[in-house]
């Protein structure tokens, strides 16, 4: 059974939008990667990726799942509005949007 949120309260978000944060967080990879997003600083003197966000490559290296799928989990976390996406030549690097989880905390607490 879907869970679907109120519609009637302003500001709070839309139910189909609510399950698509519920369906990325469902998964234990995804999970992770929003663990590995949440820690990143940055790497001092390295060219890789800048603050706040991790390229493609570091997340697959260490989740230790091939890119196919790592872009899979990634394609999930980004339609439910949970982390961003920059393209620089062929690289991808990823960052978190801690106001949307801010925004699914919130809804939760009022469950």
Do not use: N
Not at 18 to 23: A, R
Not at 28 to 51: N, Q, S
Not at 53 to 63: F, G, H, M, N, Y
């Amino acid at each position: 059974m879907a869970i679907k949120v109120s519609e009637r309260a302003a500001g709070r978000t839309r139910g189909s939008d609510f399950d698509s944060v519920f369906k990325a967080l469902a998964s234990e990879h995804r999970r992770e990667i929003l663990r590995i997003l949440g820690e990143a600083t940055g790497d001092p003197g390295k060219t890789c990726c800048a603050p706040d966000e991790v390229c493609a490559c570091k997340i697959s290296d260490r989740l230790g799942l091939v890119p196919s799928t790592v872009s899979h989990h990634m394609s999930v976390l980004r339609s439910a509005g949970l982390v961003t996406a920059r393209h620089d030549g062929s690289w991808v690097y990823y960052s978190l949007c801690r106001d949307a989880l801010d925004k699914t905390a919130r809804e939760l607490q009022r469950f």
